[in-house]
């Protein structure tokens, strides 16, 4: 059984950065794609970014703000955010494909078999 929790999250001015920070334990965390996703009130849970098992490959909903990371010596994996706006706030989600090819990477919500409890990034002034 894989467990992700989720770190970083708090109030940031809009403009800002923040990372957030995601450690698994359980599995073979080298051999697994991972995402983060988020979800606003109200609202469906919308990809943000994920990473292939190597770290090579990576997709990012805005590649521009949005940078997706892993250390597979620590199980972790990060998500650097910038030039926050209102509209980032939302609950920030981890989550765990289980085992696959090392170039895979995934950015659907039912491609991920585990998911963290979620941290909080409220964008305001």
């Known amino acids: 059984q894989v467990r992700l929790v989720e770190s970083g999250g708090g109030l940031v001015q809009p403009g800002g950065s923040l990372t957030l920070s995601c450690t698994a334990s359980?599995?073979?965390?080298?051999?697994?794609?991972m995402g983060w996703f988020r979800q606003a009130a109200g609202k469906e849970r919308d990809f943000v970014a994920a990473?292939?098992?190597?770290?090579?490959n990576t997709m990012s909903a805005d590649s521009g703000r949005f940078i997706i990371s892993r250390n597979n010596g620590k199980n972790t994996v990060a998500l650097q955010m910038h030039d926050l706006r209102p509209e980032d706030t939302a609950v920030y989600f981890c989550?765990?494909?289980?085992?696959?090819?090392?170039?895979?990477?995934?950015?659907?919500?039912?491609?991920?078999?585990?998911w963290g409890q979620g941290t909080q990034v409220t964008v305001s002034s």
């Open positions: 990473i292939s098992p190597s770290g090579y």
């Open positions: 359980g599995g073979d965390f080298s051999e697994t794609p």
């Open positions: 989550a765990a494909r289980g085992e696959d090819k090392f170039y895979s990477v995934y950015t659907g919500i039912t491609e991920y078999a585990y």
